[in-house]
């Protein structure tokens, strides 16, 4: 893989590079909560408990964002994990549509807390099919099929008054959704911790070891909380034994090129059912990822080490998504949780104990609301949204 580097490419970004590290928990200390995870979802849930005016400590095993959250696309799209229409059948569409609206309010909070230039709302291009003309028969009858359901997710959103537009142009053909927006997803969490850390007590390099009635260990100091939230995705069946079966780890991977030509993506741009997905930012680079449902058995795991085959999918991906050749400079891989339903779980694991994940590739907006919900959950008692499994 010429040009490999195992530096994640949202994090040459000159703002992120300069963020210094937030030091190892290293002694006992104690709080109203315990947040377990400082990627979105962590970090909402640490604002709405400073929000409520309660102490709470916060930990990651890691840098903030140095999971999922500071490693995916950076889409900030309204909706569900699967198509309104499509989540309605399962769901009930009134749960669906609640949800979708839900996320773009929160675009709309993330924007108020972090500025126009870290949430940007440009809108999104849903395509049908992927750039170009189709490769063989296969992928033009794939491209037919979801061109219907690009009509029928036009027809509900309409119906419903949710903005979208039809999309014709050089990518080729689907809906242009101008409430989404697009983001650096590491700056997103990292300005998310600098407002919420001047109250909080947020600690990074701090694995989780134990988590018991009102304690949390890890590898170098304590917390004694009455309620924790662990919100985390990729992984929360490893840390959460008692989920497993409810919500399953899986790696996404993705690239970073070179600078191309400034504006031939406007906005993110996905297609072939979303398992496809691209965006461009200021300087010409372009992010690109897919490829889990293509070797969907070796995407079934905790690894995080990007893999030869998927790279090799997703670089020739990086080509259709530009018209030209690529140089990659940058190549990672993440864990996310999937659920059998697609519906996130918010649940209470525990006595004290509240889990929420498994946002199946939709945490940058549905985490935040899940997270709120858990922390609902666990302080107040109130059960949460139908959209969430419990």
């Known amino acids: 893989m010429t040009g490999y580097r195992s530096v994640v490419g949202w994090d040459a970004d000159p703002v992120v590079a300069a963020t210094p590290a937030r030091p190892k928990l290293a002694d006992h200390l104690t709080a109203d909560v315990c947040v377990i995870g400082l990627g979105g979802s962590g970090l909402a849930a640490v604002g709405e408990v400073v929000r409520r005016g309660l102490s709470v400590v916060g930990v990651d095993a890691g840098r903030v964002a140095a999971g999922a959250a500071g490693r995916n696309g950076g889409f900030l799209l309204g909706g569900p994990a699967v198509a309104v229409h499509q989540a309605g059948v399962g769901w009930g569409l009134e749960s669906a549509l609640a949800l979708y609206r839900e996320t773009l309010d929160e675009i709309s909070r993330l924007q108020e807390l972090l500025g126009p230039e870290v949430i940007r709302r440009v809108g999104s291009i849903r395509l049908a099919g992927l750039p170009g003309e189709p490769r063989d028969e296969d992928e033009a009858a794939d491209r037919l099929r ?24 050089p990518l080729g053909s689907g809906l242009y959704l101008p409430d989404d927006a697009a983001m650096n997803p590491a700056r997103r969490a990292l300005g998310l911790a600098e407002i919420y850390g001047a109250t909080a007590r947020l600690y990074e390099s701090s694995p989780v070891t134990r988590i018991g009635p009102g304690q949390v260990s890890t590898a170098g100091g304590s917390v004694s909380a ?6 985390v995705d990729g992984r929360l069946d490893v840390l959460l034994p008692e989920l497993a079966g409810r919500v399953r780890t899986a790696r996404l991977q993705m690239l970073a090129t070179a600078p191309v030509a400034p504006g031939l993506l406007a906005c993110p741009v996905y297609g072939r059912w979303g398992y496809e997905y691209a965006q461009q930012d200021s300087s010409g680079r372009v992010f690109v990822g897919g490829g889990r449902d293509r070797f969907l058995e070796q995407e079934w795991t905790i690894d995080t080490e990007p893999t030869a085959q998927v790279q090799h999918w997703i670089e020739q991906l990086a080509g259709r998504f530009v018209a030209g050749p690529v140089e990659v400079t940058h190549r990672w891989a993440a864990s996310v949780g999937y659920t ?51």
């Open 226 to 231: 009455g309620l924790v939230i662990v919100a």
């Open 340 to 390: 059998p339903d697609a519906r996130p779980l918010v649940t209470e694991v525990r006595p004290g104990v509240v889990a929420c994940g498994g946002y199946n590739g939709t945490g940058n907006l549905v985490g935040p609301i899940a997270a709120r919900a858990a922390v609902a959950l666990g302080i107040d008692g109130v059960r949460p949204a139908s959209y969430f499994a419990t």
């Open 146 to 169: 979801e061109s219907a359901d690009c009509d029928e997710q036009y027809r509900m959103l309409t119906e419903h008054g949710i903005a979208v537009e039809r999309y014709v142009g």
